[in-house]
């Protein structure tokens, strides 16, 4: 039991997944630059797969073993020291996912492409002392019962080491524009 109106159990007919990847990746390093990729492709049997439904008034939270589950793309990472003073780390994740399943005769399967990014910008003004903004962003992700909107927000942290007592002080603000929101839709 969740709460008054949210129910979780397990399910002790599930089969194992099997799992098949294929990963190829690269990387270069350089004195003030550093790029690493890769290329991947997972295809899961018998994926387990969390379902929700309505049993009456109580929301009911079970898994099940989907059909397949494919997950495939790239990911990238450039880091850059521009100066002595100076960061920038950039990512991204583009891939494409599709899974297939099927609960009491009713197909729970959805499919399409994401992308994930990030950027952080460190600046080192003075001995010990680092400011940190970091923005994120993720476009629709597809899951087997329901898909999720864009979310993106923006992180903000200064830390400041003390380097003869040991003590680091620092302080992080998430989300410092609120834009965090985790909204979902679901066709069930």
Known sequence: LIDNQTYETGNVRLNPEKVNKIDLGYS??????????????????????????????????????????????????????????????????????????????????????????????????????????QYFVTTPQYFPQFTTKTIHYCNLGIRQQLPKRGLTFSALVTDVFNTRRWDISSDN
């Open 28 to 133: 270069f390093t350089g004195q003030s630059l550093k790029v690493n990729g890769n290329a991947y492709f997972n295809y899961t049997q018998d994926y387990i797969n969390q379902i929700a439904y309505l049993d009456s008034v109580t929301l009911v939270m079970t898994y099940i073993n989907s059909d397949h589950d494919l997950k495939t793309g790239i990911e990238h990472n450039i880091y850059w020291s521009v100066a002595r003073w100076v960061e920038i780390d950039m990512g991204a994740n583009v891939y494409y996912s599709n899974s297939l399943a099927e609960w009491q005769g009713t197909a729970i399967s959805n499919q399409g492409w994401t992308a994930n990014g990030n950027a952080s910008v460190k600046v080192m003004p003075m001995r010990g002392m680092s400011i940190q903004a």
